[in-house]
């Protein structure tokens, strides 16, 4: 299994278990989401693990094929908020 698969199967069942969650505890996940999004210190740790595993991503990664090279980029560069592709000219 190639580095990129797994990383889909990671993402794959983290993106289930928050769904079943979110789905089966809709109002206890709402509340614990309005208290997230009232404390600054909390959103920056989250921030700071979302750039992390972006960067994770990119390094990782360092050998792409060309279909997969741009999707690649935008999952490695849209925890960090930077992507060359917008970027001022």
Known sequence: ??????????LGLYLVIGGVA????????????ALFADNRPLIYIG????????LA???ANNRWRAADRHLGHRLG???TGYCSAHAPA
């Open 1 to 10: 299994m190639t580095l990129t698969h797994y990383f889909a199967k990671l």
């Open 22 to 33: 979110f789905f089966v505890r809709k109002q206890a996940m709402t509340e614990v989401l």
């Open 47 to 54: 921030a700071m693990v979302r750039i992390l595993l972006g």
């Open 57 to 59: 991503i990119i390094l």
């Open 77 to 79: 560069h849209s925890p």
